[in-house]
């Protein structure tokens, strides 16, 4: 903040990855006067949101649960509805999320075998498989996947784990966490054979914090009947037996459903689905430029698990990704992701999913460049120009913006 002044003009620039920037109209749509969570007039809205999230998930089989709660809260329901204490669970460590995911089953009781790895790598399929093969007498119950570990930028190949799991024969059920992915990254529940899917609003669903999601397969449901961790608000019989008219067993974040409902109709009746999936992957692939231009790093290292909701910048040796941030933020009101846990002040994050454009990410993106410099780190004060060349290219020829 300019010394003198209490006021920072415009907007401000908020590119962490999750909370996104939430549209105006998604905003003045949960800004209404609460209703009757029992009347009429209710039930037609959850009705409506749990439809509109079937297809989001892009499932027809599932059944769709919603919570008030932040995504860690439906971590925790796939865990408690599925599985009886010191069953086994698989996880792979992709990063800061997998680790506190696999945290919380140790807390609840699970089993974990959690598969080291270097955090610049998604979920190796061939090392799960190896793992299922081993495991002759079923003892692992569930394989669970991030997949798009937002600490790093680097997206995990679910249809690929899946394929893993059918080769092993392996009965586990397979749980993903698509906080940071579902509505920014192609991600299909039925199709890439999913049992639990969990997801949270204020990503890629461009609503503020406060509501997640289960997503829960035939399989899931059948093993939740046999399930023995204790459970109670995050049941899910309840939730599934109300939501069948468009209820809650407890009152529902109302506010919220109505900006879901608004957030819904942008995503699928207006941009589609698969446009926004490319604008996302446009956006990412410019970034990328931008980075590489500056001459740094970007932290995902195979091209096939780039994140197209955010990138991971690697710093320098010896300057520290916290105080470009500072810089940046002082400067030009930007908000940049910061290194989680042993990245710390190593990496920066720059968020590009959400309610965001072509001007918004180049403004991102000159606030980064001018900060670099600002702050000393040696680099090339070329990426604006490498990624408003490619969106230039992409606005010229329509065909290439899924590219
Ligand atoms: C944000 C995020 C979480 C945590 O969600 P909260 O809403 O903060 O509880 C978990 N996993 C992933 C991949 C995330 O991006």
Request: aromatic share 8%.
């Given at each position: 903040m300019p010394?003198?002044?209490?006021?920072?003009?415009?907007?401000?620039?908020?590119?962490?990855?999750g909370p996104t920037n939430v549209p105006d109209r998604v905003l003045r749509a949960i800004d209404l006067?609460?209703?009757?969570?029992?009347?009429?007039?209710?039930?037609?809205?959850?009705?409506?949101?749990?439809?509109?999230?079937?297809?989001?998930?892009?499932?027809?089989?599932?059944?769709?649960?919603?919570?008030?709660?932040?995504?860690?809260?439906a971590w925790e329901a796939a865990l408690v509805n599925t599985l009886s204490p010191a069953d086994r669970v698989l996880m792979y460590e992709t990063g800061h999320f997998a680790t506190l995911w696999q945290?919380?089953?140790?807390?609840?009781?699970?089993?974990?075998?959690?598969?080291?790895?270097?955090w610049r790598h998604g979920a190796d399929p061939e090392a799960i498989e190896q793992r299922l093969r081993a495991d002759a007498d079923k003892r692992i119950k569930a394989v669970c996947v991030v997949h798009n570990e937002t600490s790093?930028?680097?997206t995990s190949r679910i249809a690929d784990v899946?394929?893993?799991?059918?080769?092993?024969?392996?009965?586990?059920?397979?749980?993903?966490?698509?906080?940071?992915?579902?509505?920014?990254?192609d991600y299909r529940h039925d199709e890439w054979g999913v049992d639990v899917t969990v997801a949270g609003s204020q990503k890629g669903l461009m609503l503020p914090p406060g509501l997640s999601f289960n997503c829960i397969s035939p399989k899931a449901l059948a093993a939740a009947k046999s399930a023995r961790l204790p459970r109670s608000y995050w049941a899910w019989d309840e939730m599934i037996a109300n939501g069948?008219?468009?209820y809650f067993p407890y009152t529902p974040a109302t506010n919220m459903l109505y900006g879901l409902a608004e957030a819904l109709k942008m995503l699928l009746d207006e941009e589609g689905l698969d446009a926004v999936f490319a604008r996302h992957q446009r956006h990412a692939e410019a970034t990328r430029r931008a980075v590489r231009a500056w001459g740094l790093?970007?932290?995902a290292l195979d091209a096939r698990e780039y994140s197209a909701s955010l990138t991971g910048v690697l710093m320098p040796a010896g300057h520290d990704a916290d105080r470009v941030r500072k810089v940046i933020l002082d400067a030009f009101d930007l908000s940049l992701g910061t290194g989680l846990t042993k990245l710390g002040g190593k990496m920066f994050r720059i968020g590009h999913l959400g309610d965001f454009n072509d001007l918004m990410l180049m403004g991102t993106l000159a606030g980064v460049e001018m900060g670099?410099?600002?702050?000393?780190?040696?680099?090339?004060?070329?990426?604006?120009?490498?990624?408003?060349?490619?969106?230039?290219?992409?606005?010229?020829?329509?065909?290439?913006?899924?590219?």
């Amino acid at each position: 903040m300019p010394s003198g002044s209490s006021r920072r003009a415009g907007r401000h620039f908020l590119q962490i990855p999750g909370p996104t920037n939430v549209p105006d109209r998604v905003l003045r749509a949960i800004d209404l006067p609460t209703i009757d969570h029992r009347g009429p007039e209710f039930g037609a809205l959850g009705k409506k949101t749990l439809a509109d999230m079937k297809r989001v998930f892009k499932t027809t089989r599932a059944e769709v649960v919603i919570y008030p709660a932040s995504g860690t809260g439906a971590w925790e329901a796939a865990l408690v509805n599925t599985l009886s204490p010191a069953d086994r669970v698989l996880m792979y460590e992709t990063g800061h999320f997998a680790t506190l995911w696999q945290k919380m089953a140790g807390k609840l009781g699970l089993d974990v075998e959690f598969i080291a790895a270097d955090w610049r790598h998604g979920a190796d399929p061939e090392a799960i498989e190896q793992r299922l093969r081993a495991d002759a007498d079923k003892r692992i119950k569930a394989v669970c996947v991030v997949h798009n570990e937002t600490s790093t930028g680097v997206t995990s190949r679910i249809a690929d784990v899946r394929r893993a799991i059918d080769a092993a024969s392996h009965p586990a059920l397979y749980m993903v966490d698509t906080i940071s992915s579902l509505a920014s990254i192609d991600y299909r529940h039925d199709e890439w054979g999913v049992d639990v899917t969990v997801a949270g609003s204020q990503k890629g669903l461009m609503l503020p914090p406060g509501l997640s999601f289960n997503c829960i397969s035939p399989k899931a449901l059948a093993a939740a009947k046999s399930a023995r961790l204790p459970r109670s608000y995050w049941a899910w019989d309840e939730m599934i037996a109300n939501g069948r008219s468009g209820y809650f067993p407890y009152t529902p974040a109302t506010n919220m459903l109505y900006g879901l409902a608004e957030a819904l109709k942008m995503l699928l009746d207006e941009e589609g689905l698969d446009a926004v999936f490319a604008r996302h992957q446009r956006h990412a692939e410019a970034t990328r430029r931008a980075v590489r231009a500056w001459g740094l790093e970007v932290f995902a290292l195979d091209a096939r698990e780039y994140s197209a909701s955010l990138t991971g910048v690697l710093m320098p040796a010896g300057h520290d990704a916290d105080r470009v941030r500072k810089v940046i933020l002082d400067a030009f009101d930007l908000s940049l992701g910061t290194g989680l846990t042993k990245l710390g002040g190593k990496m920066f994050r720059i968020g590009h999913l959400g309610d965001f454009n072509d001007l918004m990410l180049m403004g991102t993106l000159a606030g980064v460049e001018m900060g670099l410099a600002l702050a000393g780190v040696p680099m090339k004060k070329e990426g604006v120009q490498a990624a408003m060349q490619y969106l230039a290219e992409c606005a010229r020829t329509p065909a290439r913006r899924a590219a």
